[in-house]
């Protein structure tokens, strides 16, 4: 069993130029540190460092015998600073927008600094999490020998930076901000599709639908685990996802990176448009070799990273399992079945 433990940063200077001290709290599940391959999990929005056992949010790809098999590898999970997991002194709230992506991956960085982590067999994140896995390869290009961002991007697209934005408004403004935020945000979560097919416009009752309860239901149960500072921080967290100002230089920039990166999006995502990651695949595979792409096919958008376990484990297997492989044949066949 997994106990969260902590690592003491003093004054770390934020690209702001704020001098902040902190904890930076994680947890180490499976085989000890030192004694095994690192795999590196970057949790999304509302997740934490409990990636696997109770109340893991990623058991069904973590564990004994899974896909990331904690028998066989050491899993390292930070929590994002501002996330409100644990007992951390946090004092961000009054200036949570001096925060980026590039720092919480600069602090990741310490932290692996300060646990003599100096390679990692992966670094895999979901969301906002592959974001920041982005920002850690490009900040370390000689650290990670698997990238693995699902269900993200390498930037913030204008798209990404409208729903942020509408979000921090509601939780500005809102009486019941973290509920009303979370009804917004689940919409962009899943898909048109995936809510016909869930509820078919059925009702609770005479006067309220069953996709109402539902969103209801999510924004209640976000209300009663999560700070609202928490959502404010992660948000803004989100929002500033930037390796490179444009394509052009964010060639110049990955091609450095010496692992391999495997991109995984989804069909259906309306939060990170798989267009926006298959313009990536293709143009970094004019700069670097040793890149590929999964696509995960699911009616159920975003949220499809955790729920289309099968086909995410299908995807992962490759990397995690030594007596397979991925190359430009397996490529193909993802790009036929596009």
Not at 27 to 42: I, M
Not at 68 to 90: C, Q, R, W
Not at 196 to 213: G, L, Q
């Amino acid at each position: 069993m997994s106990t969260l433990q902590y690592i003491e940063i003093d004054h770390f200077e934020l690209n702001s130029g704020r001098n902040i001290s902190l904890q930076l709290s994680y947890q180490n599940f499976g085989r000890p540190l030192s004694k095994a391959p690192v795999v590196l999990v970057n949790h999304a929005l509302t997740g934490s460092s409990q990636v696997t056992e109770t109340n893991g949010w990623w058991n069904a790809i973590i564990g004994k015998q899974k896909t990331i098999d904690t028998s066989k590898y050491a899993v390292l999970a930070f929590d994002i600073p501002g996330n409100g997991f644990g007992k951390t002194k946090e004092h961000f709230a009054e200036y949570y927008k001096d925060f980026t992506a590039k720092d919480i991956a600069r602090l990741f960085a310490v932290g692996l600094q300060r646990l003599q982590i100096s390679k990692l067999f992966a670094v895999i994140g979901g969301s906002v999490g592959g974001g920041i896995a982005w920002e850690l390869a490009v900040l370390r290009p000689k650290l990670i020998e698997h990238l693995i961002p699902v269900a993200s991007d390498w930037k913030a697209t204008d798209w990404l930076i409208a729903n942020c934005y509408v979000q921090e408004r509601i939780l500005e403004n809102s009486l019941d901000p973290i509920a009303d935020a979370r009804l917004h945000a689940m919409t962009f979560y899943r898909t048109p599709e995936s809510l016909s097919e869930k509820f078919s416009r059925t009702k609770a009752n005479a006067s309220v639908y069953n996709v109402e309860s539902w969103l209801n239901h999510h924004g209640e149960k976000l209300s009663m685990r999560f700070k609202l500072s928490a959502y404010k921080m992660m948000n803004q967290i989100l929002k500033t996802i930037c390796v490179a100002n444009n394509i052009t230089e964010f060639k110049n920039i990955v091609r450095n990176i010496e692992g391999s990166i495997h991109i995984i999006t989804i069909n259906s995502d309306l939060f990170f448009k798989p267009e926006e990651n298959w313009n990536t695949y293709v143009e970094l595979k004019s700069v670097k070799k040793n890149v590929t792409i999964g696509e995960i096919k699911s009616v159920h958008g975003h949220d499809a990273f955790l729920i289309e376990y099968q086909q995410l484990s299908k995807l992962l297997a490759p990397i995690f399992k030594q007596n397979q492989s991925i190359d430009d044949t397996s490529q193909l066949s993802y790009i036929r079945n596009r």
